[in-house]
């Protein structure tokens, strides 16, 4: 599952979307990226965590920034596609660190909740 988000989140990262606004929230794009990469984050603590790995949170907060880091790369070198922002990476990050707190202080709640459903 945290495969297809990321590769989705990838294709609508770095593929050129002409599509008309017809609403406009002040910096919907950041709050998109925070979103976005927050749940990232959750998806391969999952992932993780069905493996058994230790320090899954560890390792799916530094794998969504590593992503995040890489897709504005790639956004700085394609000159067809969007531009690379600082603040997207900044937004990417607010996320993942957002999700790692929430998932410190109710992980326990968490995976209980998702045992349920494994």
Do not use: P
């Not at 599952?1 to 989705?8: H, K, N, V």
Request: proline share 0%; glycine share 2%.
């Amino acid at each position: 599952m945290s495969i297809g988000y990321a590769l989705c989140l990838a294709v609508a990262s770095l593929v050129e979307i002409n599509t008309e606004v017809t609403f406009s929230i002040k910096h919907q794009d950041k709050i998109f990226h925070f979103v976005a990469y927050a749940v990232l984050c959750f998806l391969f603590f999952l992932s993780f965590y069905k493996l058994a790995l230790n320090k899954n949170l560890l390792y799916a907060a530094l794998l969504a920034f590593t992503f995040g880091t890489i897709i504005e790369i790639f956004q700085s070198i394609t000159a067809y596609s969007r531009e690379s922002d600082v603040k997207d990476l900044f937004a990417n990050t607010l996320g993942i660190l957002t999700m790692v707190i929430i998932l410190r202080w109710k992980k326990q709640t968490v995976v209980k909740k998702l045992q349920t459903f494994m």
